[in-house]
């Protein structure tokens, strides 16, 4: 992956809200062109992020590289490239029509300005003749949340980012929402950050997985986080004690640390526990659901325990070797040095 082929290269960022620090980047590269999935909890630093991609605001420490090219808030170099869609639309006080030219207007773009609206409106499922003169109070939820998409697509932006843009619609504009922001790719080559707790659609989309969590960044898409309350095991492990009974064994943390890490990679999923193994733990639990990533082939599958949950990214032949199906009871084992401290 060269300079040419990157959107963004964000290096050794640091970003804080007074003194709690909301995001920590050592070096994070996105494709030109491609589908970037971004996952975690309310909280986690996810529209912080997009925020610092779309150039709305500018990182307390690092720098963010936009095709090569060190950039800046508001920079009219990256204006109408880069645009972002919110979870709650902002439309100015004006109908459907001005809303969705009104970034046309700023260019000087007036050429074919109702057809180019009558498209843009088209994509996200709206009849130009029904919507084009209601006024922006004059829609749901769900239209308004197109008519903002609409006003981003019409400008044919390289870069478009999406945070949680489908959260508080109904199930029709959510669809078209959704193709919306894949014709974006598909037909002129936009590069799509999407931060959304739907991970069905993620994962059936998106060329790679980004998991925040307390402005962490895991490139391997979602891990496993263990919170406290911990308790003392021994000298050398702390314990999570499960409602169920079952006890997650951990080496000690770190001091100013106190939130576990489980990658993926360290967990391994069996039927039948084993024994002599002291510091190996082995946790009862169902398969809950299954996940195909699309781009890999890869299940990616959530295994509840209890009253906790647990992600792995199996292979085709793990899943037909064992016989895994969701509700299946399976055991999962890693060691308590297997885990990564925060």
Not at 78 to 93: D, H, N
Not at 103 to 112: E, F, M, Q, T, Y
Request: charged share 25%; glycine share 6%; hydrophobic share 40%.
């Amino acid at each position: 992956m060269n300079k040419k082929t990157l959107a963004y290269h964000l290096k050794d960022i640091q970003h804080f809200y007074g003194n709690t620090k909301v995001l920590d980047i050592d070096d994070l590269k996105i494709q030109k062109g491609s589908i970037t999935g971004l996952i975690g909890p309310n909280g986690s630093g996810k529209s912080t992020l997009l925020k610092l991609l779309a150039f709305a605001q500018k990182p307390t420490c690092g720098h963010i590289l936009y095709n090569g090219q060190k950039e800046f808030p508001f920079s009219p170099t990256i204006r109408s490239k880069v645009t972002l869609l919110t979870q709650k639309p902002y439309l100015l006080k004006r109908n459907v029509f001005e809303n969705i030219a009104y970034g046309l207007n700023i260019r000087k773009d007036k050429r074919h300005l109702k057809e180019k609206v009558k498209k843009a409106l088209r994509t996200v499922g709206l009849n130009f003749e029904v919507f084009a003169h209601r006024k922006w109070h004059e829609l749901s939820g769900g239209e308004a949340q197109r008519v903002a998409m609409a006003a981003r697509l019409i400008l044919k932006p390289e870069v478009l980012l999406l945070d949680e843009p489908i959260a508080s619609v109904d199930t029709k504009s959510a669809k078209l929402i959704r193709e919306a922001s894949l014709k974006a790719r598909d037909n002129w080559g936009a590069t799509l950050v999407i931060a959304s707790h739907d991970l069905q659609w993620l994962y059936s989309i998106s060329d790679m997985q980004l998991s925040i969590f307390k402005g962490n960044i895991f490139s391997t898409g979602m891990e496993n986080i263990i919170t406290p309350p911990f308790e003392k095991y021994n000298k050398d492990l702390i314990a999570k004690k499960l409602t169920d009974g079952q006890i997650i064994k951990l080496k000690s943390p770190s001091p100013k640390t106190n939130t576990a890490i489980i990658r993926k990679k360290s967990i391994s999923i069996d039927l039948e526990t084993q024994k002599d193994l002291n510091i190996l733990n082995q946790l009862h639990g169902h398969i809950a659901s299954m996940l195909l990533e699309k781009k890999t082939g890869y299940i990616m599958s959530a295994i509840s325990i209890h009253d906790m949950s647990f992600i792995l990214r199996l292979t085709p032949d793990q899943i037909s070797t064992l016989d895994l199906y969701p509700g299946k009871k399976v055991i999962l084992k890693f060691q308590a040095n297997d885990v990564e401290w925060i």
